[in-house]
Nanobody, 129 residues
């Protein structure tokens, strides 16, 4: 069992930046970790995934603005969000998939939630105009 804890959610103005963190309760040798978000009235959507080797794949909605990274020594993953827009508001979740997979294939399959085994409780991001 793996527990994930997200942190860093806040309220910012449009054009601002924010960095979210995701901390798994234990280290996994081979994995993929994704960030998902959900706005009121909308389905949860995957926006980025990283694998244990550091390869990443992004959804078009955040490509060029968001950067996902990880610190293996600290066992933490980060989502740096720049040029934030009101449409970026929502609850942000990190999710972990045990075992390696090609992050490009995960993205091309639409960041299916069924591919991820463990989920955090989410952290709220609000972007005001």
């Amino acid at each position: 069992q793996v527990t994930l804890v997200e942190s860093g959610g806040d309220s910012v103005q449009s054009g601002g930046s924010l960095t979210l963190s995701c901390t798994p309760s234990r280290q996994i040798d081979r994995y993929c970790v994704g960030w998902f978000r959900q706005s009121p009235g909308k389905e949860r959507e995957g926006i980025v995934v990283i694998d244990s080797d550091g390869s990443t794949a992004y959804a078009d909605a955040v490509k060029g603005r968001f950067i996902m990274s990880q610190d293996n020594a600290k066992n933490m993953m980060y989502l740096q969000m720049n040029s934030l827009k009101p449409d970026d508001s929502g609850t942000y979740y990190c999710a972990l998939r045990k075992g390696a997979d090609n992050v490009v294939y995960i993205a091309n399959r639409g960041f299916s939630e069924r591919e991820f085994h463990y989920w955090g409780q989410g952290t709220q991001v609000t972007v005001s105009p």
